[in-house]
């Protein structure tokens, strides 16, 4: 195999599966504060590029106040999120009534997307400006933003008062609540937090994966893959089930082409779930009963 | 003799009915709304074509309604947003035909749509104008009802090969299409016809255009040796990123292929504007700047005509003046046919013989339902757009 083949397995894959694992991270943060998966990650995701490039290209503003917005208000459709389609269905769990509701606002979100920007893709602008070919900004800001992203996360939750309160919740609520700890704020807040980190996800991987509407469905379903490969729950896990999914997914491009990848992609997603039905690296608590 | 009152009622309501029927509802026939559907797939990531297609219908709406109308029956457009999926276009198919009984369809813009629905319009009678490309759409035998307005893939087909072959004289080509029907279609049709007229293809493949990368395949196509690439696409996200993937490998090789190569939204998405040179998308003599930079006769005069009222930002001239000549000839069938019967209009289209249309002189017989002549499509600079319209392709005299 060229150089120049590797290199780019290396660059696409690593920038794509940051971008997934931030998916998946936050799948995640919404999952532990609500025992919900939420099928809204994924537009989170959309919606950080769509709106960094309205924000900043469209409207004319200055880079940091587009990106600021941008996390400002995916925080804000995180958080309409828990009101409009989670909150309702806490209370009947067991009935997975969150899948309908969560995927019915996901689609909304689409279509309105799609309706009110527009059905092509459109640009992104450059964010530095920094680095070109394999080293262009496009390929390592994802990465860097993962990396920012798993950092935080460690910071809160073992060095704050609030990052370990969001671990009390996701491990037992109900014990969370007899302590006196204000679960539905903590929710609300870990759904503006799940929030944010998708529009980053999506503000970093703008100039690569562009600002478009269909971008939801598509980082929907590949963000959902390290979750399931990393074990629900579990942030460390998605992050290498989303990076080794971006790789192997720009990997099987090179060797089987793009219709192929897909499904090689999926072959090997299916096995490792055969293998291993709570994920590779399990879930992130043992439940003692 | 004497008429008791309960008779003459009777008799009068029987008078009255009887006149209703012979006089009254004919009447309200001919003044009725000419309605025309129109099945686009306006949302989604393949909607280029249809949004141009959809500002020709209107302003053509617009004229004909202006000029009053097609013997003073006004039309209606009756609009579904398909969204390039075949089942919503067959489920719009069907509400035209049973709930909102338009009279004549235009579209599906999109062929993998089109096979869906052909057939179902076929059933049903139902007069059908399209721009879709699939060769198998027309058949004058088991869809009697259906024309072609645009030229074939065969005809797109013919162009780029001949492009190629004759003109850029490589011999070795590489045919990418995308997953949608019609990519998947045009690609085998494409790869057949470059072998029979002896060109080595040495690299054929369908990629997801939703796919952010476009390396692998471009340096896949590199490694093959190819002097060409041969691309059939609607969609202009998969187009710039080939064409930046292509600068980035410091490759320089020609495209040759699909319209939307030329859209203006490409022109957004490319990371500079050299990535678009050497990039060539089929075009139409109607819609081609000559070496003078002027557009046709017929086509400038419709221009200046149109003004602001014809919004050509963004889209491709031919899309937009397609769209005009299907609500014309939908209204010169109202009008030559005296009615809005399927029979009358599917007659009207079969008798066609060199309608000067803006987009192109229409041909239709009862056994040929491709209706636009070959020698009219050429290949144009996809990165020379003005008023989507593009210039003709070096090498054409």
């Not at chain 1, 067991?94 to 527009?118: N, P």
């Not at chain 1, 950092?151 to 073992?158: D, G, I, P, S």
């Not at chain 2, 790869?191 to 476009?214: E, H, L, R």
């Amino acid at each position: 195999m060229e150089y120049a083949s590797v290199f780019s397995i290396l660059a696409t894959g690593l920038a794509m599966g940051a971008i997934y694992a931030l998916v998946g991270v936050t799948y995640n943060t919404m999952y532990s504060t609500s025992r919900v998966m939420s099928f809204t990650a994924g537009q989170l995701g959309m919606l950080g590029g769509v709106l960094g490039s309205a924000f900043v290209l469209r409207l004319g503003l200055p880079l940091v106040v587009g990106f600021a917005l941008t996390l400002a208000c995916c925080a804000t459709i995180g958080v309409v999120t828990e009101i409009v389609a989670v909150r309702p269905v806490l209370k009947s769990l067991d009935q997975h009534l969150y899948v309908l509701s969560t995927l019915a606002l996901s689609l909304m979100i689409q279509q309105v997307t799609a309706i009110e920007w527009s059905t092509e893709p459109q640009p992104f602008p450059r964010v530095f400006g920094i680095g070109s070919g394999v080293w262009d900004e496009k390929f390592w800001l994802p990465i860097a933003a993962c990396a920012l992203v798993t950092l935080f996360l460690e910071w809160l939750q073992k060095r704050t008062l609030v990052g370990r309160a969001f671990l009390a919740v996701a491990e037992d609520n109900f014990a969370a609540q007899v302590l006196g700890l204000p679960e539905r704020n903590l929710r609300i807040a870990g759904y503006a937090l799940a929030g944010a980190i998708g529009g980053l996800a999506g503000f970093a991987g703008g100039e690569l994966m562009l600002a478009f509407f269909a971008n939801g469905g598509f980082l929907n379903f590949y963000g959902f893959v390290p979750v399931a490969l990393g074990g629900l729950g579990n942030n460390r896990g998605s992050i290498v089930g989303g990076l080794a999914l971006g790789l192997f997914q720009q990997a099987a491009n090179f060797w089987v082409g793009g219709v192929f990848a897909s499904v090689a992609v999926f072959v090997v997603f299916i096995v490792v779930l055969l293998v291993a039905p709570q994920g590779l690296f399990g879930p992130t608590t043992a439940r003692r009963v | 003799m004497t008429i008791s009152r309960r008779a003459f009622n009777i008799g009068a309501v029987n008078v009255l009915g009887l006149a209703s029927q012979t006089i009254v509802w004919p009447a309200l026939a001919q003044s009725e709304q000419i309605r025309i559907g129109w099945l686009g797939a306006l949302t989604g990531p393949n909607s280029a074509p249809s949004d141009g297609f959809n500002r020709g219908l209107r302003y053509g709406v617009d004229a004909v309604n202006a000029a009053g109308g097609a013997n003073g029956r006004r039309i209606e457009l009756i609009t579904r947003d398909t969204q390039g999926d075949p089942t919503k276009a067959v489920n719009a198919t069907q509400e035209m035909i049973s709930a909102l009984k338009v009279h004549a369809i235009f579209g599906p813009a999109n062929s993998g749509e089109s096979l869906a629905t052909t057939p179902l319009m076929a059933r049903a009678k139902m007069p059908n104008l399209h721009p879709c490309v699939v060769n198998s759409l027309i058949d004058p035998t088991k869809y009697p009802n259906a024309f072609r307005m645009g030229p074939s893939n065969r005809q797109w087909d013919d162009a780029v090969r001949n492009y190629c072959l004759k003109i850029l004289k490589v011999k070795k080509v590489a045919v990418i299409g995308d997953t949608t029907g019609y990519g998947v279609t045009a690609v085998g049709d494409s790869v057949a016809a470059f072998k029979t007229d002896g060109a080595d293809v040495v690299y054929s493949a369908q990629i997801d255009a939703t796919q952010p990368d476009m390396t692998p395949d471009v340096l896949r196509m590199k490694s093959a040796g190819a002097e060409a690439i041969v691309a059939w696409s609607t969609s202009t996200g998969m187009a710039a990123r080939l064409f930046n993937a292509r600068a980035a490998s410091g490759w320089d090789v020609p495209f040759v292929g699909h319209p939307s190569l030329g859209s203006g939204e490409v022109g957004r998405l490319i990371e500079k504007a050299a990535n678009w040179e050497k990039v060539y998308a089929i075009n139409y003599k109607s819609c081609s700047f000559d070496a003078e930079g002027k557009l046709p006769e017929r086509t400038q005069a419709f221009l200046d005509k149109a003004g602001s009222k014809l919004d050509l930002k963004g889209t491709l001239l031919w899309w937009v003046l397609c769209g005009v000549d299907a609500v014309d000839l939908f209204a010169k069938a109202v009008i030559e046919s005296g009615g809005v019967s399927s029979e009358g209009v599917i007659k009207f289209l079969n008798a066609q013989s060199k309608y000067p249309g803006l987009f192109g002189d229409y041909s239709w017989s009862p056994t040929q339902h491709n209706g636009y002549p070959t020698d009219e499509v050429v290949m144009g600079m996809a990165n020379s757009s003005r008023n989507g319209a593009l210039k003709l392709a070096p090498g054409y005299a």
